[in-house]
């Protein structure tokens, strides 16, 4: 393939995009990363306050609830509930760790509800029934599958009310909270990561005594919410851990004045780091992600090329390049890498046009990206 044909086969895949913007694929890709850039997630304080609440219901974390946590968490239910207590219905969706009870108030009665895994896809849940002056009705149990409904029905007798329980046991996996999180660049998030592993023993403590000693929220609720702090997956579970230690040992403590300094000192670090960093949906991300790795085993291609352009051709220059690259469809990390293999080549003086199976790998490539890109 010819130089004039290589450059007809670039318009044709940058479609209106300018030659000189060639892995621009998507002009208006910078504005969308900026405009979700405003659409944080609050922060830690906000976010671990924020919780619904079923409409007549009441729903109470029963003491020694540290036991049920003492081992590595694996399966977190969230299950659609009504209790019917004669003509009244009480609705509302319980969230619970396996094993842990959680306590229901639906008129005069209580009721401690209990889901326990029975299987892969089986769970048991078990209820202890009181009425309002806390004397034990009735300990029903079952077992269901997940995703299907289960009832429990209990007679009133003696000219009490019938009582009926109906369940939908689901499982949540603790990952999917992340899921319309808007998310920082790989680059970034590493860099945030890091900063939080300096205080991570300090961070457990405050959370454990949140947790276990002011009781303003609860262990599945910050599980929920820390899928979306910027820490890596091995970070974050090993700050769980740190924690259920923590709450499960009973050595959950107030910090002192130092320390909260410490957390202070972090907060406006990590604050001064991703205050101008544009943030994307994880599925944006993963299409930068697919792009750039169509793109990789052609990098030194790439890069020869846009050298070739520099040097020999002289129709954009280095800094120019640099300039436009903002609009690439790529990750900063990706492109940083270009700039530095293009320097290289410039700084060696071995600028050279492709070879006719360059152009044809890179031409493919190219393609390969673009539609990699695409939002399916």
């Known amino acids: 393939m010819d130089e004039k044909n290589l450059e007809n086969a670039f318009n044709r895949l940058c479609a209106d995009t300018g030659i000189k913007k060639s892995r621009d694929l998507w002009p208006q890709v910078r504005q969308r990363t900026a405009a979700a850039g405003a659409i944080r997630p609050s922060r830690r304080a906000a976010w671990v306050l924020a919780a619904s609440a079923a409409a007549f219901v009441v729903i109470l974390s029963i003491p020694g609830v540290s036991q049920s946590i003492m081992t590595r968490l694996a399966r977190l239910f969230s299950s659609n509930y009504s209790v019917r207590v004669g003509g009244a219905e009480y609705k509302g969706v319980l969230v619970s760790v396996e094993g842990e009870t959680r306590e229901l108030r639906a008129g005069d009665r209580y009721v401690q509800v209990k889901v326990t895994s029975a299987g892969e896809r089986a769970v048991k849940v078990e209820l202890l029934v009181y009425s309002r002056d806390r004397k034990l009705l009735a300990k029903p149990s079952l077992v269901s599958v997940t995703g299907k409904a289960l009832e429990i029905k209990i007679s009133g007798g003696d000219g009490a009310e019938d009582f009926m329980f109906r369940m939908v046991p689901a499982e949540k996996q603790p990952g999917s909270y992340s899921a319309s999180v808007y998310q920082l660049p790989d680059a970034v998030l590493n860099a945030t990561d890091a900063i939080q592993r300096e205080t991570l023993d300090t961070t457990a403590m405050y959370w454990a005594w949140r947790i276990s000693v002011m009781h303003d929220v609860t262990y599945e609720q910050f599980e929920k919410y820390a899928f ?130 360059e152009q044809a790998r890179y031409e493919k490539a190219l393609f390969k990206a673009r539609e990699a890109g695409k939002h399916k």
């Open 228 to 357: 979306a702090w910027d820490l890596l997956p091995a970070t974050r579970d090993l700050l769980l851990e740190r924690i259920r230690a923590l709450v499960a040992s009973g050595k959950a403590r107030r910090l002192d004045q130092r320390e909260e300094n410490i957390l202070k000192d972090t907060e406006a670090r990590l604050d001064a780091l991703i205050t101008s960093t544009p943030r994307m949906t994880a599925d944006f991300k993963r299409r930068i992600t697919a792009s750039d790795e169509a793109l990789r085993p052609v990098a030194k291609i790439e890069a020869m090329y846009w050298a070739w352009r520099i040097a020999e051709k002289k129709d954009v220059t280095y800094e120019e390049l640099l300039k436009l690259s903002a609009n690439w469809f790529s990750a900063e990390e990706t492109k940083a890498a270009l700039f530095r293999n293009i320097k290289a080549i410039l700084d060696s003086g071995k600028a050279r046009p492709l070879t006719a199976p």
